[in-house]
């Protein structure tokens, strides 16, 4: 059986300013997008992308970023909904029968690695559902309408959740259909299997795989492919750490 990637990029990067959308913008000389589709295409358990981007944005994509950097895995290119949900839905869609394991990660979180993707899908295989966060770390306030102080809260038990975010084919089908039938939008795809009652599994993912949304991100970006020591390299804009075993679906 397959494990397939859905890699919504379909935002039209509003907090980002500018005319272009951060997916499409240049991080050390290479789209944004490139560097997230560039990790989903070396992976061994990934074996089809379905890539989701703006409806008008198609034929270019197709053209400058799938064919102009080589990424074969991707074998559709969609068009996105008015909402991520709605993207993401549409990708499943064209889901066939051998696709097992669906592996769901942000197009503008270029800083995954093969070792996060490894232990998303073998996650996955063992609870059904998995989604990648970190602890947070730092001093948590609720805070009102005024920008009152109301509380401090407990960072016990609280994690920033990230992507990728991994399900079996039926648990994240069934999560969607319910979804839609209800009306309910989530903020992330686990969300969603979390209402069905089937329970998600957190587990460590890394402090590096950040989601470019603010100006600022783009600094940070660069610092971190320095610190991955992709700059110095020509062909791949990330080495994997280790050769990945897991077994597919």
């Known amino acids: 059986m397959k494990t397939i990637a859905i890699i919504p990029a379909g935002g039209a990067g509003k907090r980002m300013g500018g005319g272009?959308?951060?997916?499409?913008?240049?991080?050390?000389?290479v789209p944004i997008l490139v560097h997230t589709l560039r990790v989903f295409q070396r992976s061994p358990l990934i074996d089809?992308?379905?890539?989701?981007?703006?409806e008008g944005d198609i034929p270019d994509v197709r053209r400058d970023l799938?064919?102009?950097y080589r990424i074969s895995k991707v074998s559709l290119v969609l068009h996105g909904g008015s909402e991520r949900q709605d993207s993401v839905r549409n990708a499943l869609a064209h889901l066939r029968d051998e696709h097992e394991g669906i592996v769901i990660h942000d197009g503008v979180r270029p800083f995954v690695t093969g070792d996060l993707i490894e232990r998303a899908v073998?996650?996955?295989?063992e609870f059904g559902a998995v989604t990648v966060?970190?602890?947070?770390?730092?001093?948590?306030k609720a805070v009102d309408a005024e920008g009152g102080v109301v509380k401090t809260v407990s960072r016990e038990g609280l994690w920033l959740t990230q992507t990728p975010q991994a399900f079996r084919r039926e648990v994240i089908l069934a999560a969607y259909a319910r979804a839609e039938a209800d009306g309910f939008y989530g903020t992330d795809d686990a969300s969603l299997?979390?209402?069905?009652?089937?329970p998600v599994r957190m587990i460590p993912g890394d402090g590096h795989?950040?989601?470019?949304?603010m100006p600022e991100d783009l600094v940070r970006g660069e610092l971190i492919l320095r610190c991955m020591g992709t700059l110095c390299r020509k062909v791949s804009p990330f080495a994997e750490r280790k050769t990945v075993r897991s077994k597919k679906y």
Do not use: F, M
Request: hydrophobic fraction near 45%; charge should be positive.
């Open 193 to 198: 299997v979390e209402r069905t009652g089937i």
């Open 133 to 140: 966060g970190v602890p947070i770390r730092d001093t948590v």
């Open 209 to 213: 795989n950040i989601k470019v949304t």
């Open 122 to 125: 073998a996650g996955a295989r």
């Open 66 to 68: 799938v064919q102009r």
């Open 20 to 29: 272009v959308p951060k997916q499409y913008l240049s991080l050390a000389g």
């Open 48 to 54: 089809e992308i379905l890539l989701v981007v703006p």
